[in-house]
């Protein structure tokens, strides 16, 4: 997952590919609560990790349930009838789909509670599911602004003596998931008389409430509705469950790559988007977004758990929706607008106000930043694409802290002006999908060339791994050391049982064309071998030393080197990364420092390992080898002609870091350049 302050993407061509979906946010938190108000064990597969399901797992952890956790299978021993832990203090984050249920079970179980959330949660309406649980004779107070969270539910004595004789109601026009919380949580209470609920006003996202309807009678409550404006729960409800369940993949995070394969995909069956862990047979109504994206052009087949998404009209055509069936995944539609001839206008989107932020607002205001015009008003949004290539514009997308804005403009990169796009806060995305840009960019189509690359040379003990690293990181980019790869390359021969000198210089070429390296927090990695002490010895320097001196090797390790130039970008380090590796790269930084210092930085890092040290030895050691490698015949060190020379003599990590940071964000076209 990116956790970077900004993720820049360069502006892609294609994307083709295969994706495994995480799970359904909503049928993820449903069915945890169902579990935990359940008698008996139940067993979760294919449950979506995600900072809501988080939440929900911290809070049923708290109230008392047992839940064992294996990647993504959950465990879970329901309450059963017993009473909740109390009194307890619930953090619920910004999930919806947490804060709504627990509030409506825990008021019916009994107890004292606390719910609270982050600080947009405490903007996100919640009076009318209070009201309705109030009308049934619940206690509950409101701690801050009434209306909203956070909740103080408070039965001291106990269970609270409910009037269950008259229907509830509660609003259907603001959220669906008030409706939700009540269905999910009056079972606890209808076991000897049925309990009725009534729909105030028009009920908006009927297919979720659908998707409750279904979960609840696998977990054996059947409840029946009279055309979506009364329900009723049946006397002798009583949860059981159902033993396993398993969790269908998110139809709302369908929709971004359906949208891909639309926009970005060719009409050859091998150019295609596969969708794996949802199909046309799903149970979530975002599924309904198919019919959506085939108005709009898409080609879309599937199976029952399988999705091919191919483009079929292009441009796109703008179409007029009611989106009320598919609110989540109407977000989408507003970025495929771009992408469309005329104007599409989304109605009757009015939830999208009381989501994670006011979407009308952020969609419109990021959709304009791109170029498109665009009109909103209290439920509806309209969307003008630009009216030509020249009228596209490269920008910084606020994301407001909600995952599907954040990856609903990951698509404004198919641009065809070709401009970068920036995503602001990306690890927000972390609430539905944590590895939604790994799995986007991993079907994305560029040429090697396009891929942007930062390289970092200069001399030993100059600093330049380390600052590398760090500029790689706040990049969110991949890291190539350079010099450690002769060095895996050595340790790898040796590994392999071959002796290091020309005889075998073959099959060690042949062997460090493939070699499985990667770089990751600090450590190197071979396959799934640390080998990151290994390869520092000072036996290991030598082979190193012995592996350069054979051509083959320089030559498979050079194209072993380009293999790092992956999406979004990389940052490089070495010797020759300017002027041999990258020379076409857009930064080139030589970062120096006196040899004294050089020699002074070796000596503290020595003597820190425990190792005996003589600080002139060092220095003489280091201006040695900078005459070496500066007079040698292959790649001799010096800067690129085009490179940055920056001595850090002076400097501390953070202040190098900072001046390529700079360079580089002076390089994109962005207005506003997101470093501080």
């Given at each position: 997952m990116f956790t970077t302050a900004f993720l820049d993407l360069p502006a892609l061509d294609a994307a083709a590919g295969e994706v495994l979906l995480p799970g359904s946010k909503s049928i993820s938190n449903r069915v945890l609560l169902l579990s935990a108000l359940s008698l008996g064990t139940?067993?979760?597969?294919?449950?979506?990790?995600s900072d809501d399901t988080r939440v929900m797992l911290d809070g049923l952890r708290q109230i008392g349930c047992e839940v064992e956790e294996s990647g993504s299978t959950v465990r879970i021993t329901g309450l059963g009838g017993r009473k909740p832990v109390s009194p307890c203090s619930l953090f619920m984050g910004n999930a919806g789909t947490a804060m709504r249920p627990l509030t409506a079970a825990l008021a019916l179980l009994g107890g004292e509670f606390e719910l609270s959330g982050v600080p947009r949660m405490h903007e996100r309406p919640i009076g009318d599911l209070v009201?309705?649980?109030?009308?049934?004779?619940?206690?509950?107070?409101?701690?801050?602004?009434?209306?909203?969270?956070?909740?103080?539910?408070?039965?001291?004595?106990?269970v609270p003596a409910l009037a269950l004789n008259q229907p509830i109601q509660v609003r259907g026009d603001v959220s669906s998931q008030f409706l939700t919380a009540l269905l999910m949580a009056l079972p606890l209470v209808a076991t000897q008389t049925a309990v009725h609920i009534e729909v105030v006003g028009e009920l908006i996202s009927k297919p979720y409430i659908a998707i409750t309807l279904q979960l609840l009678a696998r977990f054996g409550i059947q409840v029946h509705h009279d055309n979506w404006q009364r329900f009723t729960i049946p006397a002798g409800s009583q949860y059981q469950s159902p033993g396993s369940i398993y969790v269908e993949a998110d139809a709302s995070s369908a929709s971004y790559f359906i949208a891909l394969g639309a926009i970005a995909s060719s009409a050859e069956a091998s150019n295609s988007i596969k969708i794996q862990g949802v199909g046309l047979d799903s149970i979530q109504g975002d599924i309904r977004f198919v019919e959506a994206a085939q108005a709009m052009g898409a080609k879309v087949t599937g199976g029952p758990n399988w999705l091919e998404v191919q483009r079929g009209a292009w441009p796109l055509k703008a179409i007029d929706l009611d989106c009320n069936h598919i609110p989540?995944?109407?977000?989408?539609?507003?970025?495929?607008?771009?992408?469309?001839?005329?104007?599409?206008?989304?109605?009757?989107?009015?939830?999208?106000?009381?989501?994670?932020?006011?979407?009308?607002?952020?969609?419109?205001n990021e959709l304009r930043k791109l170029g498109a015009t665009v009109q909103e008003g209290a439920d509806y949004i309209q969307i003008t694409p630009p009216a030509s290539t020249e009228h596209w514009k490269a920008a910084s997308i606020h994301t407001y802290d909600d995952h599907r804005v954040a990856m609903c403009f990951s698509l404004a990169t198919f641009n065809p002006a070709?401009?970068?796009?920036?995503?602001e806060d990306p690890k927000c995305v972390a609430k539905t999908f944590p590895d939604y840009f790994e799995a986007f960019l991993g079907t994305a189509v560029l040429p090697a060339q396009r891929i942007p690359v930062i390289c970092i040379d200069g001399p030993t003990a100059s600093g330049k791994g380390t600052v590398a690293a760090e500029v790689a990181k706040r990049l969110g980019y991949h890291f190539l050391d350079s010099g450690a790869m002769y060095r895996i390359t050595a340790y790898a021969s040796l590994q392999a049982g071959l002796v290091i000198d020309a005889s075998h210089e073959t099959a060690i070429a042949q062997l460090a064309k493939s070699l499985p390296v990667r770089f990751d927090g600090g450590r190197v990695y071979l396959g799934n071998e640390d080998v990151t002490d290994a390869i520092r010895t000072e036996e290991a320097g030598m082979n190193a030393s012995r592996v350069s001196a054979l051509p083959s090797v320089r030559t498979a390790l050079v194209d072993l080197q380009h293999g790092f130039q992956r999406l979004p970008g990389l940052v490089a380090d070495g010797r020759d990364m300017g002027t041999v590796i990258f020379p076409d790269a857009p930064l080139k930084v030589f970062l120096t420092a006196s040899a004294a210092c050089r020699a002074e930085r070796r000596y503290k890092q020595l003597i820190s390992k425990g190792f005996q040290a003589n600080i002139n030895d060092l220095r003489a050691d280091l201006e040695a080898r900078d005459a070496r490698d500066s007079s040698r015949s292959v790649a001799p060190l010096k800067p690129a002609q085009d490179a940055l020379v920056l001595d850090n003599s002076t400097l501390t990590i953070e202040q190098a870091v900072n001046q390529v940071m700079n360079w580089w964000l002076e390089r994109q076209p962005f207005a506003a350049p997101a470093q501080g």
């Open positions: 139940t067993t979760v597969y294919d449950l979506l990790e009201d309705a649980l109030r009308q049934l004779g619940c206690h509950i107070d409101y701690l801050g602004n009434p209306g909203y969270p956070p909740l103080r539910i408070a039965h001291s004595h106990g989540d995944a109407a977000m989408t539609l507003a970025v495929m607008a771009l992408y469309a001839t005329g104007t599409t206008t989304l109605r009757n989107i009015a939830s999208w106000r009381v989501k994670e932020t006011d979407r009308i607002a952020a969609m419109a070709q401009l970068p796009v920036r995503i």
